[in-house]
């Protein structure tokens, strides 16, 4: 499983949408710790994808926003 790519948030233009997908990918990260905290089976690749599907599209939202100004 690589990396997701910058490139794979071109469909996304609404910040609504944007803002949904945080929502998820935060409480998909927030689970993820709850699950290590646990000692329950993870992959802990899934941490890094998380967090770097995140910081694309924070970086995607900001952009947005500074774009309609």
Known sequence: MSLPKY??????????????????????????KIKKSTNQSIKPHLFSHAKRRLVHLKFKKSFLLKSQK
């Not at 794979?8 to 609404?14: F, I, Q, S």
């Not at 944007?18 to 929502?23: C, G, L, Q, Y």
């Open 7 to 32: 490139k794979d948030l071109a469909n996304l233009t609404d910040i609504v949408e944007i803002d949904k997908e945080i929502f998820m990918l935060q409480k998909n990260l927030f689970d993820l």
